[in-house]
């Protein structure tokens, strides 16, 4: 007792069975793919990191150059300050004891 139903279950059975075959493969070859595209984006982001810590680094470096100018300078003029030991203005004996400020 073969039926035309027999032969529209087994039509729809194969067809359905083609369908999730085809989006199974589909979906494996797309998730193939995507790593490759996010991975060529992550290695441009990456370098674009790169660039930008090598900026920061040679900002640093120079800074920490013009600091030690600057710190140099600081120790020769505290050194020359120091030699010169200039006398004030009014001998101590001329000076009140206690007064300190010029008003």
């Known amino acids: 007792m073969y039926t035309i139903l027999d032969d529209l ?5 194969g067809l359905t069975a083609m369908g999730c075959f ?7 070859l797309k998730s193939r793919r995507k790593p490759d595209t996010a991975s060529s984006q992550l290695v441009s982001r990456l370098d674009e990191i790169a660039d930008r810590i090598a900026r920061l680094e040679a900002s640093v470096d120079t800074v920490a150059v013009e600091v030690e ?3 140099e300078a ?7 300050l120091a030699e010169r030991a200039v006398p004030g203005a009014l001998p101590e004996s001329a000076r009140k004891i206690g007064s300190t400020t010029p008003h």
């Not at 279950?9 to 059975?13: E, N, S």
């Not at 085809?22 to 494996?28: A, L, N, R, Y």
């Open 22 to 28: 085809t989006g199974i493969m589909i979906t494996w």
């Open 69 to 71: 100018r600057v710190s």
């Open 74 to 80: 600081q120790r020769f003029t505290a050194r020359v």
């Open 9 to 13: 279950i087994g039509l729809v059975a």
